[in-house]
Antibody, heavy 121, light 107 residues
């Protein structure tokens, strides 16, 4: 059974960066494909990006290109998502989630508990 | 990007009711559709994938159907623990996109 445990809540000022971690247990990170999804307060789910095992590369949603970086430390089985140039609209719960590849896309089978990032001056 | 539209946005029902939630894609998605359940303050949970395949451990009262652009999630007999928000997600193409959610409330 895959378990994903994320880092704690963050409060950041506009213009700052935030780095959220996601620790994997039950499997190694190399056996999984990790993605990130966010959810603004009271809103729906928004895919940010993740590792595409078909291409062996990390892909990002166009909306976040240039502002987001997703990395992995396989020695500790921990994935990271760093978002820079934060603005108030980035206030959201950020989830890591593993994906199951199906055809040309993927769905999300295991989720972390979420990390609330609040951007406020 | 493929747009996903769920209906209704909210729904009131009673324990024991049969309920159906609809998800429409802006183009055909060849059954590349997943359904998730989310309870307040919790992460989403995968219920079904490939439009109709039940994820392991999910009760059989949940079922999915559809084809082309139109899909449905049906709960055959609502239980108290089923009151939550439900999301569909297409994975026919990247980026995978979600519906806006359907909030299922107790009548």
């Amino acid at each position: 059974q895959v378990q994903l445990v994320q880092s704690g809540a963050e409060v950041k000022k506009p213009g700052a960066s935030v780095k959220v971690s996601c620790k994997v247990s039950g499997y190694t990170l190399t056996e999984l494909s990790m993605h990130w999804v966010r959810q603004a307060p009271g809103k729906g789910l928004e895919w940010m990006g993740g590792f595409d095992p078909e291409d062996g590369e990390t892909i990002y949603a166009q909306k976040f290109q240039g502002r987001v970086t997703m990395t992995e430390d396989t020695s500790t089985d921990t994935a990271y998502m760093e978002l820079s140039s934060l603005r108030s609209e980035d206030t959201a719960v950020y989830y890591c989630a593993t994906v199951e590849v199906a055809g040309m896309g993927y769905y999300f089978d295991y989720w972390g508990q979420g990390t609330l990032v609040t951007v406020s001056s | 990007d493929i747009q996903m539209t769920q209906s209704p946005s909210s729904l009131s029902a009673s324990v024991g009711d049969r309920v159906t939630i609809t998800c429409r894609a802006s183009q055909g998605i060849s059954n590349s559709l997943a359904w998730y359940q989310q309870k307040p303050g919790k992460a989403p949970k995968l219920l079904l994938y490939a439009a109709s395949r039940l994820e392991s451990g999910v009760p059989s009262r949940f079922s999915g159907s559809g084809s082309g652009t139109d899909y449905t999630l049906t709960i055959s007999s609502l239980q108290p623990e089923d009151f939550a928000t439900y999301y569909c997600q297409q994975y026919y193409s990247t980026p995978g996109t979600f519906g806006q959610g359907t909030k299922l409330e107790i009548k």
